[in-house]
Nanobody
């Protein structure tokens, strides 16, 4: 198993930037595909981005609403995955979760992921 702890959330003005971090422990980090999801009150978690195990391949996936603004990356040596968020909008306000899944295929569905962090709040003011 792997334990995930997010950090880096907070309050930012529209148009600003924020970088989220997720540090993993418990098992070999590089054995998992890593993803980011977000959840608004009363709604299901929605996919944001994911990164393949073999970062050298440069394989990533993004939801349409963040393309060109958000960038996912991972540092297997530090057991950490990042989400760089630029040009933030008020509608980006949500709790953001990092997640890990077994296998090699990048997933965009919540129930494909096996492990979850507790989430970090991102609030974008207008």
């Amino acid at each position: 198993q792997v334990q995930l702890v997010e950090s880096g959330g907070g309050l930012v003005q529209a148009g600003g930037s924020l970088r989220l971090s997720c540090q993993a422990s418990g098992r070999t980090f590089s054995n998992y595909v890593m993803g980011w999801f977000r959840q608004a009150p009363g709604k299901e978690r929605e996919f944001v981005a994911a990164a393949a195990i073999r970062w050298s391949t440069g394989t990533t996936s993004y939801a349409d609403f963040v393309k060109g603004r958000f960038t996912i990356s991972r540092d297997n040596g530090k057991n950490t995955v990042y989400l760089q968020m630029n040009s933030l909008k008020p509608e980006d306000t949500d709790v953001y979760y990092c997640a890990a899944k077994t296998g090699l295929r990048i997933g965009s569905i919540e129930n494909e992921y096996n492990y979850w962090g507790q989430g970090t709040q991102v609030t974008v003011s207008s």
